[in-house]
């Protein structure tokens, strides 16, 4: 093979005319320095060329964006198709593979111009989908949630918090949740201390009261979203039957509940709490409650027959009892009184007598007050009735202390036949404690027993009658009143009178007491006491009105009703003794004369915006539905009571009982114009059996609403419990 490298033989021959041996030796010696390294690099070129892939094919692909959205019902959307790799990127559009979609599924046009359908019932997914026209099994596709309507839900919407509270929001619309959202107090993404403060939908309050808008804008669409309202209350609390030692039954710090909130749609019942008995003593309240372990909580404090006092989270649902256990007041050996029995066979209080009065809370001391009946489980069977302390945080008995010996001879405190029906009075340091009886009961006395809150030292005794029965202190379950010089009040019923002979008994009468030793320091007591027998006069607790209710003259008025169906206004800095000339037309006292319905006063009056209101019972015999039983509200300008009611009543009757309004509103923002009126039926007290309701009435506007109890239950708000 001819190389350039190596030239052929016969073309350079050798000296002397032959090839030398010696150069072909030499040029055989030098091939195999050369011809590897060609071959090599020719083997290696090969290899290289041999090995090499082809390139990778080309993929077409459609994808349209957004890849997912949630519109609302009759909305617009502009989707984009994003074509990779194809000649061409024309596209169709379809909705659920309908070219153009229709009026069910929504319809888009060639660009991509999506129209949501209008009007849907309820919430429709649908895909659209961008199909390559020279390649239509290259699609793409958008999954779209719509919704019937232009906003979000948000749960709760109308919720009332204490300061520096909690609360979780949920976004409740369907298909949507709070990942999806951004959140807003008053326009302020996230909020602020002054307004307060929202993350993933957790609310805290602010330190101030007031009322704050929440507002939920999806992230993917902020053209949708939804608010709710929450209002900061201070209200510091209910802390003795009927709000306060006026018995005013008035709340004015109200926030949330008024004419605006209480429909069938806003208000309802909330969740309910299991109780071992009836719960005849009002739930109290108290805001921001530290419980070892378990944090700051609202707490409802409810008693029971079953001498049983429950802690709740007023705001938890479902149920959260806050209290390791409840605080069970039965001492060993006892155990709650079963009615009727050999001793009391009376049906008013069945099947169990226990906790009856209203307890009463003392926030300095945090602790609550309240009187337990029990019986002894032995053969010779002693009753017992025992005043105990109870730690607010925990329950626990800070103190407590056996109610007896408490004598104004001749009479003797008998713990089988004393009632403590009348809700507790705390004033000024110190506890009272007033007694009646059991219906049909005669050998009684009504006592009213003062002790020392921190000690549970008793510090007075005042017997009504002491030299014979009865005279109890009934007052349809409120408690005595106070005024600000700690005067303490009571009306009281059936029993001997003589006061205005000298005497020392005083049964249906009005009584001003003095603190401390409760001496009477004045009195009044109708002119037809006499003929009232068991028509108690002490029917209702002694209602202390405002001083801007009186007069010039008469600034301190006093209101109380009667069995009879009689109401009294009474200045009770002179309440006037006893004239038995009637009608009562004492300057000192007002009577608006039996009956102002028709039937007993078994309640207490309400006072609000220069007028009384009351809800009397049902006369015996009368048949429901006659009239019967209506709120009704009679004028009070200047401290003059009227003699007969506004024509205007509730719609509403409240059977046999009556009913004892109590009323909540915004002092600060809605005035009388927002006030409300609440009432609690209790037509299920009486057979035949029916769920009792609990009614708000509007001073501008008339509606009502109904809803069955639980043994307990929560409303949308704290407020005045009846």
């Known amino acids: ?139 793409g596709s958008s999954s779209v949630t719509i919704q019937p309507d232009g906003s979000l839900s948000i749960s709760p919407a109308l919720s009332s918090l204490t300061l520096l509270q909690t609360l979780q929001l949920q976004v409740s619309t369907p298909g949507f949740s709070n990942t999806q959202v951004a959140w807003a107090v008053d326009g302020i993404p996230n909020g602020n201390i002054t307004v307060g403060t929202i993350s993933a939908g957790e609310y805290t309050s602010p330190g101030s009261p007031g009322s704050h808008r929440i507002t939920a804008t999806l992230v993917a669409n902020a053209s949708a979203s939804g608010q709710a309202q929450v209002v900061i209350t201070d209200f510091p609390g209910t802390l003795t039957w009927r709000n306060d030692n006026a018995r005013s039954g008035v709340n004015n710090k109200e926030l949330v509940l008024g004419p605006g909130t209480v429909n069938s749609s806003a208000f309802g019942k909330l969740f309910s709490c299991p109780l071992d008995g009836y719960a005849y003593a009002q739930p109290l309240y108290v805001p921001n409650l530290a ?65 009856t009065g209203t307890p009463a809370i003392s926030l300095d001391l945090s602790t609550l007050y309240v009187v337990a009946k029990t019986r002894s489980t032995t053969d010779t069977t002693e009753y017992s009735q025992n005043l105990y302390a109870l730690d607010l945080a925990t329950g626990i008995f800070s103190n407590e202390g056996k109610i007896a010996n408490s004598e104004v001879p001749p009479a003797v405190f008998s713990p089988l036949l004393e009632n403590q029906r009348s809700a507790l009075l705390l004033d000024n340091g110190t506890l009272y404690i007033a007694f009646g009886s059991h219906s049909g009961e005669t050998n009684y006395y009504g006592w009213l027993l003062g002790y020392d809150a921190a000690t549970l030292g008793q510090t007075g005794v005042f017997n009504v009658t002491p030299n014979k029965p009865q005279g109890g202190i009934w007052q349809s379950g409120g408690g005595p009143s106070a005024d600000a010089n700690h005067n303490v009040y009571v009306l009281t019923g059936d029993g001997p009178f003589d006061a205005n002979r000298g005497g020392t008994s005083y049964s249906n009468s009005a009584l001003r007491l003095t603190a401390g030793a409760l001496s009477v320091a004045d009195y009044f007591s109708p002119c037809n006491e006499v003929t009232l027998g068991s028509l108690d006069f002490g029917a209702s607790a002694p209602l202390l009105l405002p001083d801007s209710a009186g007069s010039a003259s008469e600034p301190h008025l006093m209101v109380g009703a009667s069995k009879d169906g009689s109401l009294y206004a009474m200045n009770r800095d002179n309440l006037g003794g ?126 009502r609403t109904r809803f069955t109890t639980a043994p307990w239950w929560r409303l949308a708000t704290p407020l005045a419990w009846p």
């Open 1 to 139: 093979m001819f190389s350039p490298l190596h030239p052929h033989p016969a073309r350079r021959p050798a000296r002397g005319g032959f090839p030398s041996q010696r150069g072909v030796s030499a040029r055989a010696a030098r091939v195999p320095l050369f011809f590897p390294l060609l071959l090599l690099t020719v083997i290696c070129s090969s290899c290289g060329s041999i090995a090499s892939d082809p390139p990778p094919p080309v993929t077409v692909s459609v994808s349209v964006t957004p890849g997912s959205w949630q519109i609302f019902a009759g909305a617009t959307k502009q989707f984009s198709a994003v074509v990779q790799n194809a000649s061409s990127t024309a596209v169709n559009w379809q909705v659920n593979t309908l070219p153009g979609g229709n009026p069910t599924v929504g319809t888009i046009d060639s660009s991509g111009f999506y129209t949501a359908p209008n009007p849907i019932t309820s919430p429709l997914t649908v895909t659209v989908t961008a199909v390559l026209q020279i390649d239509p099994t290259k699609t």
């Open 291 to 355: 419980i070892p372990g378990k944090g700051t909580h609202n707490v409802i404090f409810v008693a029971t027959e079953k001498d049983s006092v429950f802690a709740f989270d007023a705001d938890a649902n479902p149920c959260l009892e806050l209290w390791p256990e409840p605080a069970s007041l039965i001492p060993p050996g006892t155990e709650a009184v079963p009615t009727p029995n050999l001793k009391i066979t009376s049906t008013d209080i069945v099947p169990y007598i226990g906790i």
């Open 578 to 703: 006893y004239n038995s000339a009637c009608p009562d037309s004492s300057f000192r006292v007002q009577a608006v004369p039996m009956p102002v319905g028709p039937g007993p006063i078994l309640s207490t009056p309400l006072f609000w915006n220069n007028a009384i209101y009351v809800a009397p019972g049902v006369a015996s015999g009368v048949p429901p539905g006659n009239g019967n039983g209506n709120l009704m509200s009679f004028p009070m300008p200047r401290g003059v009571l009227a003699s007969s009611p506004l024509s205007s009543q509730s719609p509403e009757t409240f059977g046999p009982q009556g009913a004892t309004p109590v009323l909540s509103y915004n002092s600060e923002t809605s005035g009388a114009n927002g006030a409300m009126i609440w009432l609690i039926d209790s037509s299920g007290a009486s057979p035949p059996q029916t769920p009792p309701r609990f009614c708000g009435l509007s001073i501008r506007q008339t509606f």
